[in-house]
Each structure stands twice: as C-alpha cells, then as structure tokens.
C-alpha cells in the first residue's frame, strides 16, 4: 500500500459543473483528488484522477471506495455532489418511478457514498463530509416538488449524522448553493404524465427559470466554500454558497411564512 502523504478528496459527478471546479480547487489547495463520473471521457485530460461511479449502484460504490483505499491508505474528504435534476412540472405529472429515481441518485447515492467512507474515516478517526445541497433544500419551490424534496432529506441526514460522528472525529456539511450556471438543468429529465391544467403555468416556469438562469453566479463560488468547509476547523451544519443563496437563507430566517409565501409567488411571477 503507497499511503498518500497529501490529504485525500472524492468529488462525485465531477465530470462538469461544480463538481469539476471542486476537484480543481482541492487539487491546487494540496489533495490528492478523485473525481468520479458514470461514463468518464477516454480524451478528457484532467489534474486529478478520474474514475467511473454509478451512484445509484451499491456495488459501484463499495468497489471505488476500497479501489481508493487500497491505493492511497486513506481518505479525508468525500464531497457528494452526484445528482439529478428534473424539469419543472406539477407534482402529479410525474410518475412515481421518476420521484424515486431522483431520491435515489440525490439522497440515497449520497448515503451509499457515505456509508462506503465511515468504516475508513473512523480508523482515521477523521475526516469530513461535505454533501451538496441546495436553497432548495430550506426554501420550497413550486413546480419542483421532487427535487425540492430531495435536498429537505439531504439537509435533515447531513445534520442529523453529523451529530452522531462528531465524537469520532467526523464532520458533516452541507453546501447550499442558489441557481448557478451548469448543466444540469438541460439533462433534467421531463415530467412523464404532461397535463393540459398545468400547461400554461409550466412554461411560465420554464421560462422564469431560463431568466434567472442567465444571471445565475459561477460555480466557482460553490468551489470556494466546498474548500473553506473542508478546512474549516469548527464546521458549521450548512453552509449558503453565493449571493443569492445568502439573501434566500436571511428572508428564510426572518421573514413570517406568510410574507415569505408571497415572496416565492411574486418572485416566480404565480398568482
């Protein structure tokens, strides 16, 4: 076994987005960097090591894990950021095959990636895990039920665990980021039941979303806090990401429902 002198990161869904800027950045701050992706490209060129993960497999997991392990001795940081999004629509249009498709990869990749790394953060007796969340996991949005859904569980998991492994040397995060500019939202999958009564109002949506996608920040500022949690001493239970996330995380705090309801609506132009 060559154990790793440098501190060792696994970035999942690292193929593009804020996963790729991530494992650049831990590159550069000194970690020896896996990236993962579900079909790496043979041609891409990298400075971290790239290697195939299906999230959605236990067995994929398991096998990256000790294949890591087995090389480096180690592993110190694990950030989840694997997930998939969903096109907006109304709750009920999708089936509810596409609603545990999302839970699957979103939450239950992330526990299976998790639950892969505590046997050897615990020998460690360290390590940290940072799992990507979302505004969306705090604060609802209409017409994004599913995917919604799924960030208020990784949320509630994230901070829950993190209680549970703290004594053994462990801390859990979650990042928070608002609408940034990758792309996930173009291999979102469509709802599989489209319904004349939410026609209208879906493509209202669609095209807020586009708006607020043109002026959404750069992933890089996700890159920036993902480093500053792993290397944090004293780590906070959520971290927001960006301008916009802050603003959302204030008006979430202290704004009463009511006027906060109101906000969501004219914000997303719904009467």
Request: glycine share 8%.
């Amino acid at each position: 076994m060559n154990k790793s002198k440098a501190p060792v990161a696994l970035v999942t869904g690292a193929s593009s987005g804020i996963g790729l800027i991530t494992a650049q950045k831990l590159h550069e701050a000194g970690y020896r960097v896996f990236g993962t992706s579900r079909r790496p490209s043979p041609t891409a060129s990298h400075s971290f090591d790239m290697l195939p993960l299906d999230v959605d497999k236990d067995e994929s997991v398991a096998d990256l894990i000790n294949r890591i392990v087995e090389s480096t001795g180690r592993i110190d940081l694990l950030v989840n950021n694997a997930g998939r999004g969903l096109s907006p629509a109304g709750a009920e249009e999708f089936s509810l095959e596409q609603a545990q498709a999302i839970f699957n990869t979103n939450f239950f990749g992330v526990v299976r990636a998790t639950n892969a790394v505590l046997p050897h953060m615990r020998s460690q007796q360290s390590g940290r895990i940072l799992n990507i969340g979302s505004v969306l996991g705090f604060m609802p949005m209409p017409y994004m039920a599913f995917y919604s859904a799924s960030k208020y569980a990784l949320r509630g998991y994230s901070e829950s665990l993190d209680h549970e492994l703290r004594g053994m040397g462990i801390r859990v995060s979650v990042i928070e980021p608002a609408f940034m500019k990758t792309s996930i939202e173009a291999n979102s999958a469509q709802a599989e039941f489209l319904m004349d009564e939410y026609l209208d109002i879906r493509n209202a949506i669609e095209g807020r979303l586009a708006e607020m996608l043109d002026s959404a920040e750069d992933p890089l500022v996700v890159a920036d806090v993902i480093l500053k949690a792993a290397r944090d001493p004293n780590p906070r239970a959520a971290y927001t990401a960006g301008s916009a996330a802050a603003r959302l995380k204030v008006m979430n705090t202290v704004l009463p429902a009511r006027f906060l309801d109101v906000g969501i609506r004219k914000h997303l132009r719904i009467r």
